[in-house]
């Protein structure tokens, strides 16, 4: 008998043993144990979808390696994610172990996407004989090897044509007829056919959302319905807001957005300047949602009612403009909501409700529901998903979403998911001006879009180092960027102070470093004048009728429409994505490139950051991106003047003035397109 202490021996399969070693052998000793399929391309941690667009070419990389010398088989699976078959597409080596495809989502929505690897037996025979035989070493026992692969796969399959196959290949010699038998492309499309994958192995599956292009590209124009008139003591409409629509369509927008068109309550009613004491006519803010009159599921009585807003969006459609809705989770303390759910809201002890803040800012006129009110669960969550389904059937797809950041991301992942799985060409941006973390998470959970911090980047490494954070890090595969100027509520500190052409610097850097572009009503004329010593607007048009004369002296119309011309005439321009920075040897002087998808030519664009005075320096043209030696000619083509002419090597001057802060070229390496 052993000795009492003698230690036992396991089996490496022994499920007794639970030591880090034994499980390793465990894992070994599995059929996909000899497979490694990691570093996958694109994905979001945490599980999220990738973000896409519909026809969009993805791009699969992944590392995938066995031990030794082995073949491998690698092939990329995908579906929309209600199908149940797999499309198939094999996978392409690089070196290094990487492996790559492609595939192109064809419809809107949900899909998913995984890697596959084996051990490619039949792909290693063929690989190792053609080696021999060029070395004249091949010997009968090679000849034998792979007869005795095929006739397995012929016998294990039953596939008629591989066991004709299998026959000829029996009856082939050991020398040219022998070989040219076994290195047949038809057989080893037939051996791929019936491969039973030895040591298979698949990762886990990918989530990626196929959105419509407006999720990626589009610009907005932001105005208040009301402030469409001549007389600031006349209440505007809907109806009034379609005289201006060849305008803003001229300007090249595509996309209306207002804030919200509900009844607006009058308990604690804002006037002039976020003011105490509104007169009787005071119009109040549109984001203390809800009176008499209804709430979010209800149109502000003033504005002219459904049919009136049937009529806008019809218009609006006409014109080639979607209009897009404010969706403002919050509530006046007028709202119908507080009388008929009381459950929806967090009451203090005395009775009363804490109305809103975001110190120092205070919204006296509005209050907030409770997302884990007593009732809330699921009336409340169930009833704000209802109000976006109700505004889809009146025609609008494309929500700006108030402070989501504020609300839970189990509300936002919930209700997104709902809505699109009734109409997944709906759109919602965040309008998050916050925490890096929460930004990029309301992206995970949903959100097609956000703003950005864009509005407080003015400095050339500021700018430059925000769009690679957006273009290299992880952000790149679910963060779009929607660079808005300006905002109702945000009025820059830049721009107070900049005059027109700091009102042209920031609409060029919008609209060329990011496919999304946004404009609140006013910037075109340059208004700028704040409160003293705030980021606010004075004589803010949210609490006030504001109508202008959009023909003002010294408006930049012309450069808005410009550029929402070649935004759309150029698809480089219709990304964040592909934007590289160059050398330009001033601080003051930033200097990108955007290149074609076919890489037939590449759109540069030099901006004098200074509003104030010109700046002078030596810069380097990207000859390299589009193939040419540093000392070749390429065309160029000025996108904004329509001039014309020739580069002669790398290294270039320029000096800009603030009357003219920028330029936007086109280089073409074999004459202009």
Sequence with gaps: ????????????????????????????????????????????????PVKRIVGEEVTVEANVFTDGHEQLAVELLWRPADETEWRAIRMVALPTDRWRATFTPERLGRHEFAIEGWLDVFGGFRRD??????????????????????????????????????????????????????????????????????????????????????????????????????????????????????????????????PPIHPIGKTNRKGPNNTLTPGPNDPGSPYAIGSDAGGHDAVHPELGGFEAFA???????????????????????????????????????????????????????????????PDAIPGLWVALRDV????????????????????????????????????????????????????????????????????????????????????????????????FVNTPDINPVYLQTSGRPGFRIRAVLAATLSGLFGVYSGFELCEAAPIPGKEEYLDSEKYIV????????????????????????????????NTKFFVADDDNIIWYGKPDPDGQGIICVMVNLDPHNGHECNFQIPLWEIGLDDNASVDVEDLGEGWRFRWYGKDQFIRIEPDQPYRIWRLTPGGFA
């Design 311 to 373: 009529r806008l969006v019809e218009a609006a459609k006409a014109h080639g403009l979607e209009v897009a809705l404010d969706f403002a989770i919050q509530c006046s303390p007028d709202h119908p909501w507080l009388k008929d759910h009381p459950g929806w809201f967090a009451w203090r002890p005395d009775g009363s409700m804490k109305y809103a803040e975001n110190p120092p800012k205070k919204y006296q006129d509005i209050v907030n529901v409770d997302f884990y009110g």
């Design 388 to 483: 976006v389904l109700l505004w889809i059937e009146h025609g609008v797809k494309v929500f700006r979403v108030d402070n989501p950041h504020t609300k839970p991301l189990p509300f936002w992942e919930w209700m997104i998911g709902e809505v699109r799985a009734q109409h997944p060409d709906a759109i919602f941006l965040a309008e998050a001006f916050t925490r890096p973390t929460m930004m990029y998470q309301l992206a995970k959970v949903g959100f097609s879009q956000s703003y950005t911090y864009f509005t407080w980047r003015d400095r050339k490494d500021e700018l430059t180092e925000y769009i690679e954070e957006l273009t290299t890090e992880a952000p790149k595969e679910f963060y779009r960027p929607h660079f």
């Design 129 to 258: 004989f053609a080696k021999k035989l060029g070395a004249d070493v091949a010997q009968p026992v090679d000849y034998m090897e792979g007869r005795g692969i095929v006739r397995a796969a012929a016998k294990r399959s039953g596939d008629a044509e591989l066991l004709r196959w299998a026959d000829r290949v029996d009856a082939g010699d050991d020398a040219r007829e022998g070989a040219e038998l076994l290195l047949a492309d038809e057989l080893a499309r037939l051996m791929m056919k019936v491969d039973d994958r030895p040591h298979r192995l698949r990762a886990a599956t990918i989530l990626l959302d196929a959105e419509r292009l407006a999720a990626r590209f589009s610009s907005w124009y932001e105005l208040f319905p009301r402030s469409q008139v001549t007389d600031p003591t006349k209440h505007g409409t809907f109806d009034d807001v379609i005289p201006r629509l060849p305008q803003i369509r001229d300007m090249g927008f595509d996309t209306l957005y207002f």
């Design 1 to 48: 008998m052993p000795d009492a202490t003698q230690t036992t021996r396991h089996s490496a399969l022994d499920p007794i043993v639970s030591t880090p070693v034994a499980e390793a052998l465990n894992r070994a000793t599995t059929p996909a144990g000899r497979l490694v399929i990691d570093a996958i391309t694109p994905s979001v941690d945490g599980g999220w």
């Design 546 to 577: 504001k109508p202008r004369d959009w023909n003002a002296p010294g408006n930049i119309t012309m450069d808005i429409a410009m550029l929402n011309r070649i935004r759309r005439q150029y698809p480089a321009l219709q990304t964040h994505l």
